[in-house]
């Protein structure tokens, strides 16, 4: 019996469905021209936590043509960052006190880095422009990506 589904959608269409400890495979799906959302979606039955309860997915190729828009990555984790938008301080309150924040900006370069020794940390970027911005947080239990807007 399987509990734990990592479920892939195109345009909000189940493409594909995968459960249990499986090893490494190869999917390919054909999207014809235009533009469509990608969506892969783990739904962790809590009931039950054997084996590594996670989902590792990688080497994702996509036409030389195409164009990201945005990537967006929710997980459920004890984080929350506020104010958002905001005009470059703001707050994070992390579940595991031990963490490193890397903040990106939209080209991907580094603005902040440091490592979080309690569960709020405030950060104050200074000098940087308005815009959308990448908080990273890392520790051995997560690897995160939120955005958050600085105005």
Known sequence: MSYDFLNFYI????KGEWSGELGWSKETYTLPAGT???RWEYEK???FD????CVWIDN?????TAIVVDV?????QDIEIYPNPNKGMFNIELGDSESVVTIYNAIGQVVYQN???SNKVEIKLDNVNSGLYFVNIRNSEMN?????IVK
């Open 11 to 14: 345009n909000n269409s189940k």
């Open 72 to 76: 967006e990555t929710v997980v459920e």
């Open 144 to 148: 995160v990506t939120e955005k958050i």
């Open 45 to 47: 039955d809590y009931g």
């Open 115 to 117: 490592e979080a020794l």
């Open 60 to 64: 994702i190729k996509f036409p030389p």
């Open 50 to 53: 054997e084996g590594e309860d």
């Open 36 to 38: 469509h959302t990608l």
